[in-house]
């Protein structure tokens, strides 16, 4: 079945930079990625996705980046501020298959002041 | 509107208890899940619904006991818990679900459940 692994698990970034998260999987008939958001005590919430006919998305400062021969995807953020710290979940799915959404470990995201 | 309501925000039950789980969705999405949710982990799947029929069971044991009403409503139903059961259980809801189009899931804020 598809693995998702994400990383890095943890990531602190000064307030301002840009912080990037990379994930891989295994199935190349997966062709949907999207990427969640978790706060403290909340529900994951969908913050960008992108599908395998497309290279890359941008949606103000966040962007995600598709490479489907090499099977990588990745979660761009600039400028950072506070309120993006939390936790971010990679996520893929495959067609025709289960239609499962298949996480990723999660990645810590600290912004420091 | 993207809100998936989930009710109650926590609970706590104690092993011989019998509660339920109740989640809602206005967004006319055919397909619903529950999602089980460790500290520090990502979300399991426990089951999902489409159409409001039952497609996915992932080897849940039997003392959770899912329901669909009709399409806007999905319900957990909990009955001789295990401590090791707490947990935060999330619905989500997308469209279209096994049907090759692979849309948004649109989580809730999640029910946070104790086990004492």
């Known amino acids: 079945g598809e693995n998702v692994e994400q990383h890095p698990s943890t990531l602190s970034v000064q307030e301002g930079d840009s912080a990037v998260i990379k994930c891989t999987y295994s199935?190349?008939?997966?062709?949907?990625f999207p990427w969640y958001k978790q706060e403290l005590g909340k529900g994951p919430q969908l913050i960008i996705d992108?599908?395998?006919?497309?290279g890359e998305k941008k949606d103000q400062r966040i962007a995600v980046t598709l490479n489907k021969t090499a099977k990588h995807f990745s979660l761009h953020i600039t400028e950072t501020q506070p309120e993006d710290s939390a936790v971010y979940f990679c996520?893929?799915?495959?067609?025709?298959?289960?239609?499962?959404?298949?996480f990723g470990k999660g990645t810590r995201l600290h912004i420091l002041p | 509107d993207t809100e998936v309501t989930q009710t109650p925000k926590h609970l706590v039950m104690g092993m011989t208890n019998k509660k339920s789980l109740k989640c809602e969705q206005h967004m006319g999405h055919r397909a619903m899940y529950w999602y089980k949710q460790k500290a520090k982990k990502p979300p399991e799947l426990m089951f999902v619904y489409s159409y409001e029929k039952l497609s996915i069971n992932e080897s849940v044991p039997s003392r959770f006991s899912p329901e669909c009403p009709n399409s806007s409503l999905l319900n957990l139903h909990l009955h001789a818990l295990q401590p090791e059961d707490s947990a935060l259980y999330l619905c989500?809801?997308?469209?279209?679900?096994?049907?090759?189009?692979?849309?948004?899931?649109?989580f809730g804020q999640g029910t946070r459940l104790t086990v004492v």
């Open positions: 996520a893929a799915l495959r067609p025709n298959r289960d239609d499962k959404i298949i």
């Open positions: 199935d190349s008939a997966s062709n949907y």
């Open positions: 992108i599908r395998s006919n497309v």
């Open positions: 989500a809801s997308s469209q279209a679900y096994s049907l090759g189009m692979n849309t948004e899931a649109f």
